[in-house]
């Protein structure tokens, strides 16, 4: 009873440190992750290292066998994981990993390690961050648009005719994708109000969360449920981000 207690606790509590204090010191993953939102190149380790050293004499980075010079390792909270940001994609790199790098506990690379990383590829997007939602009239936030390496936003708003409100909720109450075998439904239901471009402020490679303001659109001053088809100005496809909004002081329900 009390025995098996104390035999529980340690091995939950000691066996697991022991363990790890008996690994081998030294990388256990290389390869490509996301930190904040932003593609980076990342070196895991068994054990803690040695913040006071300076890894950046240890940790080396390649692209067609020159050295990264545009970047620094920055080590994670619990520093275990290295990580390099600011990576281009499709892009192979090379980490070189140089004898002599110390852990926390003092245990030393005895051996150089190399790891050959092609990055993946980075597929230009942009779409509405929610589906359907009400704006108080007068609210400034607009509207959530995530984007990724598309740097101008094209909006077509329609504004959707009263007596028609429970077929447009029945056909595009639940649609985020606006497909041209759509059109001729969307214009028995609402009519084109403004078309509008949005210069968006975003990073390279660095998804982006911004808000399209529309309460300077006269078009868009009238209470009601609004439709929005997103595209990026110059990208073409199949189908559009869209959703559909209302503007009222009390707010309209779909």
């Given at each position: 009873s009390m025995r098996k207690s104390v035999l529980?606790?340690?091995?939950l509590f000691f066996i697991p440190s022991a363990v790890l204090a008996a690994l081998p010191f030294g990388p256990?993953?290389?390869?490509?992750?996301a930190v904040e939102g932003r593609n980076s190149l990342a070196v895991t380790f068994s054990r803690p290292l040695d913040a006071a050293q300076d890894i950046g004499k240890f940790l080396l980075l390649y692209q067609d066998q020159?050295?990264?010079?545009d970047g620094a390792w920055i080590l994670s909270e619990d520093e275990k994981t290295?990580?390099?940001?600011?990576?281009?994609?499709?892009?192979?790199y090379l980490i070189r990993i140089r004898k002599g790098l110390k852990s926390a506990g003092g245990a030393i690379l005895d051996?150089?390690?190399?790891?050959?990383?092609?990055?993946?590829?980075?597929?230009?997007?942009?779409?509405?961050?929610?589906?359907?939602?009400?704006?108080?009239?007068?609210?400034?936030?607009?509207?959530?648009?995530?984007?990724?390496?598309?740097?101008?936003?094209?909006?077509?708003?329609?504004?959707?005719?009263?007596?028609?409100?429970?077929?447009?909720?029945?056909?595009?109450?639940?649609?985020e994708?606006?497909?041209?075998?759509?059109?001729?439904?969307?214009?028995?239901?609402?009519?084109?109000?403004?078309?509008?471009?949005?210069?968006?402020?975003?990073?390279?490679?660095?998804?982006?969360?911004?808000?399209?303001?529309?309460?300077?659109?006269?078009?868009?001053?009238?209470?009601?449920?609004?439709?929005?088809?997103?595209r990026g100005a110059g990208h073409y496809d199949y189908q559009y981000s869209a959703t559909w909004f209302s503007i009222s002081d009390v707010g309209l329900h779909i």
């Open positions: 529980v606790l340690f091995l256990q993953f290389a390869g490509q992750q020159s050295p990264v010079e290295a990580y390099f940001t600011g990576i281009e994609p499709e892009t192979e051996t150089d390690r190399e790891y050959q990383v092609t990055t993946r590829p980075v597929h230009p997007m942009i779409g509405f961050d929610t589906r359907g939602f009400i704006l108080p009239a007068g609210l400034t936030r607009g509207l959530p648009v995530n984007a990724l390496n598309i740097d101008r936003a094209d909006i077509d708003f329609f504004r959707v005719r009263p007596d028609h409100y429970p077929d447009f909720a029945r056909a595009f109450g639940r649609v994708k606006m497909g041209s075998y759509q059109n001729d439904t969307l214009h028995q239901y609402a009519d084109l109000v403004y078309s509008g471009r949005w210069d968006l402020e975003i990073k390279k490679d660095l998804r982006t969360q911004v808000n399209i303001p529309i309460t300077h659109i006269k078009a868009l001053a009238e209470p009601g449920i609004y439709f929005a088809v997103l």
